[in-house]
């Protein structure tokens, strides 16, 4: 592994996806949607610790809310438009 790595501050993606409740496959996806920092060391994506706890932490801030397609701003840049 590359001289970045830190065993305290990168963990598996299998680790991160134990720690966060969700599937390894969403956590590529987290990863890939710039969501959580993932980088590649060797073969082997390896996750920002901090960066899924602190997803994890903004998931449950937001609760119910998370699905609401009208958080990101889509209602205020809709009436922009009009």
Avoid: C
């Amino acid at each position: 592994m590359s001289n970045d790595y830190k065993s305290d501050e990168w963990i598996t993606t299998a680790e991160a996806a134990k720690l966060a409740g969700y599937k390894p496959a969403h956590i590529r996806y987290l990863v890939k949607e710039g969501h959580v920092i993932g980088q590649k060391f060797g073969r082997d994506w390896m996750i920002n610790r901090e960066s899924i706890q602190s997803y994890v932490r903004k998931m449950k801030e937001l609760g119910p809310a998370k699905y609401d397609p009208w958080r990101t701003g889509a209602r205020q840049r809709q009436s922009e438009d009009s």
